[in-house]
């Protein structure tokens, strides 16, 4: 699996940002997909996941209620909507899928195999 993600960028606090995930691959559609990001100086921490089928989520607590993950099987596609965004959001972003056989929704980094290179969000306040 190869992931390609784009749809980064700067935002003032409290705007909106959409960033995508393009994956190949036969096996995208059965694989629990999640997004991470990594602040300057810290280490990489869990946003937000989707099971294979896209019924099950999970969400960081410091972006519930304002952070949407969303896939698109037919379109090899995962989604990351980020509204009511704030400085700390600014990060690189990254897109990760589980290995074939693992279809949920998990929050541990160790649990994805396949990472993609990452899109910068700047939250200007």
Known sequence: ????????GLVQAGGS????CAASGRTFSSVGMGWFRQAPG?????????SWS???TSYAESVKGRFTISRNNAKNTVYLQMNSLKPEDTA??????????FSG?????PSY???GQGTLVTVSS
């Open 1 to 8: 699996v190869q992931l390609q993600a784009s749809g980064g």
């Open 54 to 56: 896209g019924t099950s």
């Open 92 to 101: 690189v972003y990254y897109c990760a899928a589980r290995r074939p056989g």
């Open 105 to 109: 929704a998990s929050s541990d980094v």
């Open 42 to 50: 810290k280490g990489r921490e869990f946003v937000a996941a989707v």
């Open 17 to 20: 940002l959409r960033p995508s």
């Open 113 to 115: 195999d396949y990472w």
